[in-house]
DNA sequence: GGAGTAAGTGTGACGTTGACACGAACTCCC
DNA sequence: GGGAGTTCGTGTCAACGTCACACTTACTCC
């Protein structure tokens, strides 16, 4: 068959002590042994893209159930030292507590990232690039974070996203103008002081905010 | 070699008659022989996805020098009944009065596509989306227009983008408040009418106005 | 009951958006 | 040479969104 192989990358990202992390695996061979890299493998021969992204990352981080969206694919004939791969990068988020099995992965805080293998470095950079902005004009930061969540952990999570800090009161004046939120008339009770009120988000109610221009912009 | 095939398919913008026009080809050999379809080829073996594209728009449209832009990874199993083949779609945009050869290719416009080879529709449907996103805030769509313009041209542009008419007073001002545009002094003498005034964007000054935050949002 | 901590809340200044109508500049024709 | 026809080019005002900014509330722990 004519062709080169394709595989499949994916930049997951998660918020660990309000910070943004990757998750990265440790290489055992060569080429690139001991290095850190992202998530991958190659395409089967009758696999969906976005299919075997779900598949690698249930055999190499023992992940079920997460959000995926297409990057980028990058193409650099030299950018496997062992022939031409292609890869189909995505980016895919998980909420905070997703447990990791044990093995060679890792989360590992954005602003502090190892040397990683191939051009895994650039894919990276490109998929905060992209977060950044998606999570602006879509609800994408809430996959981010649990179920229910406090107002205070959406805007951690923004500001995490965003590497800048964001004003108490106006981030929660628009969020809660944007009325995709349901508040669940409870509260979260953590440590000494006052409880928190937990909200849920709606996404049935996201697309009138949409057609209207509104936006997650703060 | 393990893999499959990788092709390239490029969906080629231009504007003609105010509205919004897309490259096709006629098909003359089967599958699908006799419908349209995108121009589009399988990627060399040691060659850059872009630098495919490039290639195959020289080749089957006789074009050089276009803005070209990844889309999207197509690599549903069965989007072509040969055997596996998983595209890698591009936008590329040209100003009106670009060439054609003579030829198999043709010019059509959006509002009155022919059935299309492949899932090339669904590419199609996806690059407008795309592209309508992307000229809100990216200056793209200059590239749909010759290096002098007037005012009138760049807001018959967006309008041909957007589906929508948009007010010729609040565009002017949002437009020119952007400071993105050199006036030339010279002047489009242009039938029975006011002449109107040429323009020219100016790259350099774009960064500026996308830190500040602002944007083509008519 | 006092100290400590995060949650929750409103106002006013400023800038942006959006609706809206008419004179200016030119050509062509008579 | 003047009138008809056509597109170019321009300003104001009201509504709305954004941004900066500080204190009280509710709870725990000692």
Known sequence: MTG????????????????????????????????????????????ELQAAAVRILRQRAGLDDVYLEQLFTFGDPARDPRGRVITVAHIALVPPATPLPAGDASWTPLHALPRLAFDHRRIVDYALQRLRGKIEYSPVGFRLLPEEFTLTEVQEAYEAVLGRVL???????????????????????????????????????????????????F
Chains 1, 2 share one sequence.
């Open 4 to 47: 080169c192989r394709v595989s499949v990358d994916t930049v997951l990202f998660r918020l660990g002590l309000a910070r943004l992390q990757v998750l990265l695996l440790r290489r055992l061979r060569p080429p690139f042994a001991g290095w850190s890299s992202l998530p991958g493998g190659l395409l089967h021969p009758r696999e």
């Open 167 to 217: 004003d108490k009161r106006n981030f929660r004046k628009k969020l809660l103008s944007l009325k995709v939120l349901r508040p669940l008339g409870r509260a979260r009770k953590v440590g000494a002081h006052r409880p928190a009120r937990l909200y849920r988000f709606e996404e049935s109610r996201w697309e009138g905010v949409r057609d209207k221009g509104n936006v997650f912009v």
